[in-house]
């Protein structure tokens, strides 16, 4: 039997979240959390993509793309050919 508690884990835990912090953004990008605040910092992202809300930026999933090609960029992150190559 499957109790409540159980079953709101399991959507929990399957449902993507629409929303990522800095350190969830990193984890994903492989990134370094400080690496993506510089992004926005030194104002190479808009602060009204990514806003601060109690403490926090608050980064919507399709940015993701937007911040790795920036890290990539300022040579943060491998470039697209140097991880084809090394596969």
Known sequence: MVTAAVLATTITMTVEQPYLTVS???RELGAKPRDISDLFYKRL?????????????VIQRPLLNVIAMELRRAGKLPRLREVARAN
């Open 45 to 57: 992202l808009r602060d009204d993509l990514a806003p601060i809300i109690s403490g926090r930026r």
């Open 24 to 26: 969830d953004a990193a």
